[in-house]
């Protein structure tokens, strides 16, 4: 386990917007616990599905891997099988953890490290993609080219996972969510401060779309079916089949 995140105790003094820099890498699993209502669910769903979808002699894809949570549960639900992990992120923090926390996968050829923008990266081959929390930190005109990449580099019968925090069309029912779930952040430790000043640091460069978006994007696309698969106050995981 990581440090205990406190990089928000006296609010966000510097001002600057949030990135995931080596101070948010070395406390980034207490944070993404302690603020992320579901998301050890979400990751254990990518374990269950990963075994249900991944094909020998394919590909599996974690795209903005962090410290590689995801990557992990891929590296074991695979293991029985003819396959090849491939984790992306693009910050450089992320990876040079990743490549100490995986270096016996890295050297026995089950798994490449890749420090990269996924927006660039290539998708071949692939039986299962994850994307988890990613495309709320893309800009929106590069959502769809993402998952249109993705699409086309999936096998058929392959399977997207992804998660993202969404906002509802009712802005009462957001305001209402996002309250709740500041309360869980406080019920896990953070302080009112800490919430807003962390608020503030992701403003306009986190930016949540419905669920309703997300759906169409898949369809427009051309994914064969979708479903939600877990949702917790304004986070989900979805399962897409092409």
Do not use: W
């Amino acid at each position: 386990m990581g440090k205990q995140d406190d990089i928000f105790i006296e609010g966000n003094l510097s001002g600057l917007p949030f990135s995931f820099n080596e101070e948010v890498t070395e406390v980034f699993e207490d944070m993404i616990d302690r603020s992320v209502p579901g998301y050890k669910t979400s990751v254990n769903l990518v374990d269950y599905y990963s075994r249900q979808y991944s094909r020998d002699n394919s590909y599996v894809y974690d795209l903005g891997c962090s410290l590689g949570a995801s990557t992990k549960v891929l590296l074991d639900s695979v293991n029985d099988k003819n396959i090849k992990v491939i984790s992306i992120d693009n910050s450089a923090a992320m990876i040079e953890k990743c490549n100490k926390l995986f270096s016996s996968y890295v050297d026995e050829g089950r798994l490449e490290l890749k420090l990269e923008d996924i927006n660039i990266s290539e998708i071949t081959n692939a039986s299962v993609v994850v994307i988890n929390f990613v495309l709320q930190f893309l800009d929106r005109d590069k959502r769809t080219l993402l998952i249109e990449k993705i699409f086309k580099g999936l096998n058929p019968g392959g399977g997207l996972l992804i998660s993202e925090k969404v906002h509802f069309q009712s802005d009462r029912e957001s305001k209402n969510i996002s309250l709740l779930h500041h309360l869980f952040k406080e019920k896990n430790g953070y302080t009112k401060m800490e919430i807003a000043a962390k608020r503030d640091s992701l403003e306009g460069v986190m930016v949540t779309e419905t669920e309703e978006v997300h759906f169409q994007r898949m369809n427009r696309v051309g994914f064969s079916r979708g479903e939600k698969l877990m949702s917790n106050l304004n986070f989900a995981t979805y399962l897409f089949i092409k």
